[in-house]
């Protein structure tokens, strides 16, 4: 039987319905210290491990999100009322609009492969919402809402990155994913292209 090269389980496993992308990315990880990519290395542990708050997150990860506020008051209550981005001042609208997500692509997987929307509670807002929607109503709750689909697309763009590299690699070099350590398979700008 023959042995299939790194670049092409990679594809293979990418392709398949049943994809492991933590898996994939533990394979890319190889595939970056056998090319000698720091690069490439670092990409693929932000992707399994998170971003931390001082690196900027990729497009793809800055999710869209909705937020919703509930209240009350002695004879009526309202659970889920969206929030209008003409409340919230012009320079927080952007954070009313999406979220950037930071975490590790296996909790990304999971919210995209779960049911229903994703929460994220936001209590520190009540304040800011207080007044301004009822005005005889108090504010109990503010929460966002990211639909699943947004974690299906992070996913998927991840999946095309590393697609798209896997291929460009095994077209300029399809041994590259195969090389010996020390050796230098492609040069540092082929890598980047």
């Given at each position: ?19 492991d992308l933590p898996c994939v ?5 190889i595939l970056a210290s056998r ?46 009322a969206a929030i209008p981005l ?108």
């Amino acid at each position: 039987m023959k042995h299939m090269s790194l670049l092409r389980e990679i594809q293979d496993d990418l392709a398949s319905p049943a994809s492991d992308l933590p898996c994939v990315l533990l394979r890319c990880k190889i595939l970056a210290s056998r090319l000698g990519s720091a690069e490439l290395a670092d990409w693929v542990n932000w992707e399994l491990h998170g971003y931390s708050a001082e690196q900027s997150v990729p497009e793809y990860r800055r999710l869209t999100i909705t937020y919703f506020a509930s209240f009350m008051n002695l004879a009526w209550r309202h659970e889920k009322a969206a929030i209008p981005l003409q409340l919230v001042p012009e320079e927080h609208r952007e954070m009313f609009r999406e979220i950037e997500f930071r975490d590790g692509i296996a909790k990304a997987n999971s919210f995209a492969n779960g049911k229903g929307s994703i929460e994220v509670q936001r209590p520190e807002l009540i304040f800011a919402i207080q007044g301004k929607m009822y005005p005889g109503m108090d504010c109990h709750g503010v929460w966002g809402e990211i639909p699943r689909t947004e974690f299906e697309q992070l996913t998927t763009a991840v999946k095309t990155q590393i697609l798209d590299f896997a291929l460009k690699l095994e077209e300029k070099n399809p041994a590259a994913g195969e090389a010996a350590p020390n050796s230098v398979p492609l040069s540092k700008e082929e890598l980047r292209t």
